[in-house]
């Protein structure tokens, strides 16, 4: 924009103004990622190593505006300008879809950690965010082609304008990452540092022998509580919540339900959800209530988890799983 208003002929020496610091983006977003994915996490002084490389990318700047001063053009103009940005370019794209990288294996964990310990997850769910990220990567690797047939073809003699198609694509997801972050209500999940134990255990680690023949018999009585008590009738039923109830540590009760029963929390305590509306729409005393009220009344909160949960489960949607019923004889 500077360039295209010609800034520089009513501000001469604006092109010495550090403006870029494309090294910064991906630590940025990493660190972000990192602070929403664990309540426990602060930021510390070694974090700042993240950020050494933006120290290249401002004596890269110096290098530059120097060249410029000296032969009394504008950056863009000199010699150490062709030369350096591209190599700077490079490193941003690279840093950037790096980092990108470990933000979406930090999400991947986190997501798998929301399912092993609640039950309603959607709330706290940051799909939003990893779809972003990607596309956020892919358009950052997209300037590698843009920038070798710039260096390479056009001796690196294309104007601003042809690259301004990738370069408003950027700032729109940019822009769009940033807007999303602020607007969304800050996921704080009052467990999580109760639960870092379980946070920190990779399914790697985790092992694959049979279960013992006491972690069955637990998982037997795990099952017997839950259909007396209707502890999945809470919405807001956690891991922690239920090993509370229960009065067994949260790491027993997370090791009974995945390796006494194969399942993650979530989808162990949803399938008794589901399993009641179902046999709700098979009677007919609940004939007046709709779907969404069957839903709420057995523990969902919100629509799009109670339709995604029990096509998962049953492998139709509830309104298909409803009509389907019509014509079987319902009980008293």
């Given at each position: 924009?500077?360039?295209?208003?010609?800034?520089?002929n009513?501000?001469?020496h604006f092109?010495?103004?550090p403006?870029?610091y494309?090294l910064?983006?991906?630590?940025l977003?990493?660190?972000?990622?990192?602070?929403t994915?664990?309540y426990?996490?602060?930021?510390?002084?070694?974090d700042?190593?993240?950020?050494?490389?933006?120290?290249?990318e401002l004596?890269?700047?110096?290098?530059?505006?120097?060249d410029?001063l000296?032969?009394n053009?504008i950056g863009?103009?000199?010699?150490?300008?062709?030369i350096?940005m591209?190599?700077?370019?490079?490193?941003?794209i690279?840093?950037i879809?790096t980092y990108?990288?470990?933000?979406l294996?930090?999400i991947?964990?986190?997501?798998?950690?929301?399912?092993k310990?609640?039950?309603n997850?959607?709330?706290y769910?940051?799909?939003?965010?990893?779809?972003?990220?990607?596309?956020?990567?892919?358009l950052?690797?997209?300037?590698?082609?843009?920038?070798?047939?710039?260096?390479?073809?056009?001796?690196?003699q294309?104007?601003?304008s042809?690259y301004?198609?990738?370069?408003?694509?950027?700032s729109?997801?940019?822009?769009?990452?940033?807007?999303?972050?602020?607007?969304?209500?800050e996921?704080?999940?009052?467990?999580?540092n109760?639960q870092?134990?379980?946070?920190k255990?990779?399914?790697?680690?985790?092992?694959?022998?049979?279960?013992?023949?006491?972690?069955l018999?637990?998982?037997?009585?795990?099952?017997?509580?839950m259909?007396t008590?209707?502890f999945?009738?809470?919405?807001?039923?956690?891991?922690?919540?239920?090993?509370?109830?229960?009065?067994?540590?949260?790491?027993?009760?997370?090791?009974?339900?995945?390796?006494?029963?194969?399942?993650?929390f979530?989808?162990?305590?949803?399938?008794y959800?589901?399993?009641?509306?179902?046999d709700?729409l098979?009677s007919?005393?609940y004939?007046?209530?709709?779907l969404?009220?069957?839903?709420?009344?057995c523990?969902?909160?919100?629509?799009?988890?109670?339709?995604r949960?029990?096509?998962n489960?049953?492998?139709?949607?509830?309104?298909?799983?409803k009509?389907?019923?019509?014509?079987?004889p319902?009980k008293d």
């Open positions: 924009m500077s360039i295209d208003f010609q800034i520089t009513y501000l001469p092109y010495l103004i403006l870029n494309s910064a983006l991906g630590p977003l990493y660190l972000y990622v990192k602070k994915t664990n426990s996490y602060h930021l510390s002084k070694r700042s190593i993240h950020f050494l490389p933006v120290i290249i004596c890269v700047h110096i290098i530059i505006s120097q410029a000296s032969n053009v863009i103009e000199t010699e150490t300008y062709l350096l591209p190599i700077t370019q490079l490193l941003a690279i840093s879809i990108c990288i470990y933000a294996r930090l991947k964990t986190y997501h798998s950690w929301l399912k310990n609640y039950s997850n959607d709330a769910s940051l799909r939003w965010l990893y779809r972003l990220l990607i596309l956020f990567a892919i950052w690797f997209l300037l590698v082609p843009y920038t070798f047939i710039d260096y390479i073809i056009y001796d690196f294309l104007d601003i042809d301004y198609p990738i370069y408003m694509l950027l729109i997801i940019t822009i769009w990452i940033s807007a999303e972050a602020f607007l969304r209500p996921i704080i999940l009052l467990e999580a109760k870092n134990d379980i946070y255990t990779k399914s790697s680690q985790e092992t694959t022998k049979s279960p013992s023949e006491e972690i018999t637990k998982a037997s009585w795990l099952k017997e509580q259909e008590n209707l999945y009738l809470n919405s807001e039923l956690t891991l922690k919540s239920l090993a509370d109830n229960l009065n067994i540590h949260p790491n027993l009760l997370s090791k009974i339900i995945n390796d006494g029963l194969g399942k993650n979530s989808d162990f305590v949803n399938e959800r589901v399993n009641a509306i179902i709700k098979h007919d005393k004939d007046h209530i709709t969404l009220g069957m839903s709420y009344e523990g969902f909160n919100s629509k799009t988890t109670f339709n949960v029990f096509k489960i049953t492998g139709v949607t509830p309104i298909y799983y009509k389907s019923i019509k014509s079987t319902k």
